[in-house]
């Protein structure tokens, strides 16, 4: 355990400091690291290109962002933090009075100590973002400002990392975590690191399922793979999405759109099985990525568990969500209960039935002899469990989600099941 702990450590202090964006070599400088761990493919999408109603971005650089006094002393630099300036700000070579200056700077709406993270992806524009402390000093210091943003954009393309770990199924589990925020630990460092480590348990595993593992950015990843791969994404039959996941708070998980699937019922299963409480959410379409996955044109169920959720822990998109805020033994917590996810979703056995009614128990020796007997109430005859079983069989419904249905211990229906195995009159479907 020690071990991974020390792992993790290093990962969260190797990829804090790069200044990841939507696309560029930051974004490529991690991919690479995440690589030398698992096998990832580095994947390249052209800049500009359509992906259904958006355009891949451009790369973004930033060399240089300093805001100094009219005497020429330095009141803000981007070297002192990534947030301090918006992400895709443009260059600018400026000289602002107060009134003017005060529009372009950010500071936290609550935490004073704080500096927010702003971007603007999609329009240009530029920006500083400050603390309470940095906005009072640049304020109360003497203008005009000279105010200098030197950064470049770069018609190249937007990197994604990927990897197929196959199993005896062509059927795929999809696992993505997104790489654009830069120097922030939960939000989504956290989600970059336990993905590498998660991929790594499934690369050491026998595998039922097979799982495809995505480390993209934010929306527009999700937006362009999907368009890169519809054909694909047919073979995915559900999936997680990994954000915020290093937190000291509590364990959260937000379902998939479909309330009743089954991925619902298993993570639900474990956690009151390990007797940890946790805040569910229901779906809905503000989050990450699960909301590009579940759109119309693929309709993917995926779920999310978290620790420290994003919106609702305090340091939420600001330079206090921190090394000193995501430990690796909290990583370590989430990454075990995903591990046992895992675990659980190979071990998920599903039956389908080999007769499209009601099955003739009598003939399989399963019905007593004589029939018109009264129904017991509040428990079910044998008969009447094994009744349910095949009509539950249809493909779709675990042992584990048939117990949930009927209140029956999943050891007396294993032993049922295995009899009507035997009989075939089901037969094991997953």
């Not at 029939?371 to 539950?392: D, Q, R």
Request: charged fraction near 30%; hydrophobic fraction near 35%; include cysteine.
């Amino acid at each position: 355990m020690h071990n991974t702990r020390n792992k993790i450590n290093q990962f969260l202090k190797d990829l804090f400091p790069l200044h990841r964006s939507l696309a560029g070599e930051e974004n490529r400088a991690t991919l690479k690291y995440i690589k030398k761990f698992i096998p990832i493919k580095i994947v390249e999408i052209p800049s500009n290109k359509k992906v259904f109603d958006w355009r891949v971005p451009y790369e973004w650089s930033i060399e240089e962002g300093i805001i100094r006094d009219n005497y020429d002393k330095e009141l803000i630099n981007l070297k002192n933090n990534n947030l301090h300036v918006i992400s895709y700000s443009k260059s600018v070579d400026l000289r602002l009075n107060w009134s003017r200056l005060k529009k372009k700077l950010h500071k936290h709406p609550k935490l004073k100590k704080a500096i927010p993270y702003r971007t603007s992806y999609y329009k240009k524009d530029w920006g500083f973002c400050v603390n309470s402390s940095q906005y009072n000093k640049i304020r109360s210091s003497k203008g005009p400002y000279k105010i200098k943003i030197k950064s470049a954009f770069k018609k190249g393309s937007m990197s994604i990392g990927e990897l197929l770990i196959k199993g005896k199924s062509k059927k795929e589990i999809l696992i993505s975590t997104y790489i654009c925020h830069p120097s922030m630990a939960n939000d989504n460092l956290s989600g970059v690191v336990l993905t590498s480590f998660l991929s790594k348990f499934l690369l050491s595993k026998k595998r039922k399922w097979s799982y495809r593992i995505l480390f993209i950015p934010e929306t527009i990843g999700a937006i362009s793979y999907l368009n890169q791969n519809k054909d694909i994404m047919s073979k995915i039959d559900c999936g997680l999405n990994i954000s915020t996941v290093g937190g000291p708070g509590k364990f959260g998980y937000k379902e998939t759109f479909d309330k009743n699937h089954y991925l619902n019922t298993l993570i639900d299963n474990l956690f009151n099985e390990k007797k940890i409480k946790y805040k569910k959410y229901s779906f809905d379409i503000n989050g990450s990525d699960e909301r590009q996955y579940s759109s119309p044109g693929f309709r993917i169920n995926i779920g999310a568990i978290t620790k420290d959720k994003y919106y609702e822990y305090p340091y939420y998109h600001s330079s206090l969500d921190n090394l000193n805020y995501v430990k690796a033994k909290n990583l370590k917590k989430t990454l075990d209960i995903y591990y046992s996810v895992i675990e659980k979703l190979e071990k998920r056995e599903v039956y389908l039935s080999n007769i499209d009614v009601e099955a003739f128990l009598t003939k399989h020796n399963l019905f007593k002899k004589i029939g018109g007997s009264f129904l017991k109430k509040n428990s079910l005859s044998e008969v009447e469990i094994i009744n349910w079983i095949i009509f539950l069989c249809d493909g779709k419904n675990s042992i584990d989600e048939i117990s949930n249905i009927i209140n029956i211990s999943t050891k007396t229906l294993k032993k049922l099941i295995k009899k009507l195995v035997s009989k075939k009159i089901i037969f094991k479907y997953v």
